[in-house]
């Protein structure tokens, strides 16, 4: 439990999260390890976990009918993966491959909902940070969009 | 360029009858002497030998989009303002051969075409004109590059002013701080002065070679205390007839906090990108470069030619050009002229001639749209 | 201040030595004078101005290693006239060249420090230089970190080089394409969002960025998250250009003459000029 919440204290995304959050998520978290070429999650299953990356590097990847998988992007360590926890119906929407050996965190996803639900401003703290994510996210596909490297670029 | 120019304390007495006896002087010291006329209805500078092929008593009316000569009373040689063609073509040629390159297997040899330059002296040369050219100098000759096809043209060019003796209707050189007196950029300058029945010129003499060409001319007589404070006083006066002006308080962040007004666009619906402003203005400095070959392939010429930024080809990079609107590429030319140049040179880019305003097809006044530009409200 | 009666507008002839394909839309020329000895010193993100014959002349940064003076090298990206009749050319061929012209890369200023080097594009070409110039002088340079970024992975420039950087130089490249096809292991995403892993002191580094406007833009942002301050960031920009030397006009940039001042800006002198459209 000790090293579990030392992982979490110095994971990028919880960053001067006050210490009682942390013990809050400790208690839906456990430490997993992936080989490279283990999928993490597939498209379409239940979304019932999001995961700390501590070391490695994921690839996000969606299947294409006769182009086969193609990578959307790839996460690295002190990364978040997945938020199809946060909203029904809890499926993931992408696969996670591991393309290294991955160390992470993984937080059972009803298990935290739950908390931010009983503890509104711990709820909060985890929404933002959230929020935080996908609003990089989508300013980085924003700016994939726009393909700047093009000849008309 | 590195002439020296050295203030002369004695003020001279050029008889209007002896301009011809000047003009002579100016050709025995080798200079083609380039001189107002009339052709086509227009001030026009040509080359010039004697007085009677000057526009005397033609004076020009100037307005927003417009320009006519008509005949005055008063018979002076030097009656009009600006013309409508600067001096800036006859320094920073219009069309100009850069080199010539001939193939030689796979390779190829350079050669610049080096033509001999005659001396030649400008007369009539208006005090903001006069600015003009010290500004391009600034450009041409004075960083860390020598146009050395500028440099040889303008070595070989005596500039000889003509204070104006009225204000044109569209100029703002007082504004500008060019004119209507000319302070320096001359070899000689001169003062036409029609009064009690006397007719000459006051002569002021600006640097050796300007002094030089007296000396090949009948010693002139020294003007007396009451000329001198007759033509500043005339020149006061000329300043008070100036109908248009340019307030130049806080001038560049003028310009640079209103990039976002909407007032450009209000002046790109009746601008038309013809480019006329920036080919009259004479500071307006910008080229293109065209290369062309002859059929066979075998030779080539690289041209250098006077561009605009009103045109789309101007900014053009890869992909587009970077200002594709005709209201940011007006904003570009007027902020360039006006904020832009101060921290380029250290000084304005605009002479206040009033070109532009006379030759834009649609009358914009660059004048009326600063004062637009000040009564509007800066965007946050 | 250069000799005054020396007319700047007269290339020199080079003959092209080397020719090396990098990508589908990429070649590196490499050049030596036609006749005689020239200086061929230059600094880190000058550019020359080559003329093809009878075709024309634009602006190429220099993208060779500024320590060894036997040769100019230059990566071009086909985009037009002169640089589609340049693809064509053959070794032995002759080009004309003026320069090296520009501001450079503040290579100095980020002595003792360190470096992050941001490039998006054929933008890692005008970078290389600097990275020969590290390298020479590895000891006196901190963290250095490279991020680039492509468009797909067969559009990385220099792959091997990059290995290289990073295994025997100790340079960190992190490089990422925003689509992967084919067989790529490397990352995936925008080059912009590697700044955020970069190690690096943000009191006590200098970044260089290089690449289209767009990606700078959001560099820049990410840059100010990780709170390097605006005056250590120094950016290259681009803009037509006919003469190099500041007398076109073409290349201005507000008050800026993009040959002369730049290409090599410090931002905070030009962060004003970023938010204007079509400046």
């Not at chain 1, 969606?62 to 809890?90: A, E």
């Not at chain 3, 080097?117 to 070409?125: F, N, S």
Request: aromatic fraction near 10%.
């Amino acid at each position: 439990m000790e090293t579990l919440e030392r992982f979490l204290t110095e994971h990028n995304f919880l960053v001067n999260l006050e210490p009682e959050f942390v013990k809050q998520i400790v208690g839906c978290a456990s430490n997993v390890h992936f080989s490279a070429g283990d999928f993490i999650c597939r498209e379409g299953r239940d979304a019932d976990k999001f995961y700390f990356i501590r070391e490695g590097k994921v690839a996000l990847d969606i299947h294409m009918p006769q182009r086969g998988p193609v990578t959307i992007m790839t996460l690295n360590s002190d990364q978040v993966l997945g938020w199809s926890w946060l909203f029904p119906p809890y499926r993931w929407q992408f696969n996670a491959q591991a393309k290294t050996d991955v160390a992470a965190i993984a937080v059972d996803g009803s298990c935290l909902r739950a908390k931010c639900i009983n503890d509104r401003l711990f709820g909060y703290e985890i929404l933002k940070r959230f929020s935080q994510i996908l609003a990089d996210r989508l300013q980085s596909t924003r700016l994939q969009l726009m393909d700047v490297y093009s000849a008309n670029g | 360029m590195e002439k020296k120019k050295k203030k002369y304390e004695k003020q001279l007495i050029l008889p209007a009858g002896e301009f011809d006896v000047f003009l002579q002087a100016l050709n025995k010291a080798g200079y083609e002497i380039i001189g107002p006329t009339v052709e086509d209805q227009a001030i026009v500078f040509d080359t010039i030998t004697s007085s009677s092929e000057l526009p005397t008593g033609w004076t020009d009316e100037q307005n927003a989009g417009s320009y006519r000569l008509h005949k005055t009373e008063e018979n002076l040689f030097f009656d009009f303002n600006v013309s409508p063609h600067s001096w800036k073509k006859r320094l920073h040629l219009a069309n100009l051969l850069l080199w010539q390159a001939k193939t030689n297997g796979s390779g190829f040899s350079i050669a610049e075409s080096n033509g001999n330059i005659p001396k030649q002296a400008f007369l009539g040369v208006r005090s903001c004109d006069a600015a003009a050219i010290e500004k391009q100098d600034k450009i041409f000759l004075q960083g860390d590059y020598i146009d050395t096809a500028y440099k040889s043209r303008r070595d070989q060019t005596l500039i000889i002013t003509v204070n104006c003796s009225k204000a044109g209707g569209n100029c703002f050189c007082t504004s500008m701080e060019t004119g209507p007196y000319a302070k320096s950029g001359y070899d000689l300058s001169l003062t036409e002065i029609k009064k009690n029945g006397r007719y000459f010129f006051y002569l002021e003499i600006g640097s050796d070679e300007g002094a030089s060409v007296l000396a090949g001319m009948p010693a002139l007589e020294e003007a007396s205390v009451d000329d001198d404070s007759f033509v500043r006083d005339k020149m006061r006066e000329v300043s008070k007839m100036m109908k248009k002006n340019v307030d130049t308080t806080d001038i560049k962040s003028l310009f640079y906090d209103n990039y976002d007004n909407s007032i450009w666009t209000k002046i790109a619906e009746r601008c038309m990108n013809c480019a006329n402003c920036t080919m009259v203005c004479p500071t307006c400095f910008c080229t293109n470069v065209e290369d062309v070959t002859d059929l066979t392939g075998a030779e080539a010429e690289r041209w250098r030619r006077w561009d605009s930024c009103f045109t789309m080809d101007f900014s053009y990079i890869h992909g587009g050009s970077v200002r594709p609107s005709a209201a940011n590429r007006y904003r570009h030319w007027i902020t360039h002229k006006f904020a832009a140049w101060h921290d380029q040179f250290d000084e304005s880019g605009c002479v206040g001639c009033g070109r532009c305003i006379t030759w834009c097809p649609v009358g914009i006044d660059i004048t009326q749209e600063i004062q637009n530009l000040r009564k509007s409200k800066t965007p946050v | 201040m250069s000799d005054q009666n020396v007319n700047p507008m007269l290339p020199d002839n080079f003959s092209i030595s080397r020719i090396k394909t990098e990508t589908d839309d990429t070649f590196t020329l490499e050049l030596q004078p036609s006749k005689g000895i020239l200086n061929l010193d230059f600094e880190p993100g000058q550019f020359n101005m080559l003329y093809v014959f009878g075709v024309g002349e634009i602006p190429i940064s220099i993208s060779g290693d500024p320590c060894s003076k036997d040769k100019l090298v230059h990566t071009t990206r086909v985009v037009g006239t002169v640089t589609k009749a340049m693809r064509k050319l053959r070794i032995g061929d002759q080009v004309g060249v003026r320069g090296p012209y520009g501001n450079p890369w503040p290579v100095e200023l980020a002595k003792g420090k360190d470096v992050i080097l941001v490039a998006g594009g054929i933008g890692l070409a005008p970078i290389r230089p600097v990275i020969n110039h590290i390298i020479a002088n590895r000891g006196d340079y901190n963290n250095v970190v490279l991020l680039y970024g492509t468009r797909t992975p067969q559009d990385i420039l220099y792959p091997k080089e990059i290995a290289k950087w990073s295994e025997v130089h100790n340079i960190l490249s992190f490089v990422t394409v925003d689509r992967a096809v084919g067989e790529w292991d490397g990352n995936v995403g925008v080059v912009t969002k590697l700044v955020a892993r970069a190690p690096f002191d943000p009191h006590n580094a200098v970044a260089m960025a290089c690449g289209p406007e767009v990606m700078m833009r959001f560099t820049i942002l990410e840059m100010q998250k990780r709170g390097i301050p605006d005056e250590s960031i120094f950016v290259s920009t681009e803009r037509n250009m006919k003469c190099g030397i500041g007398m076109c006009g073409h290349c201005q940039f507000g008050a800026e003459f993009v040959c002369k001042d730049g290409p090599v800006f410090r931002y905070d002198k030009i962060a004003k000029l970023f938010e204007v459209w079509e400046v």
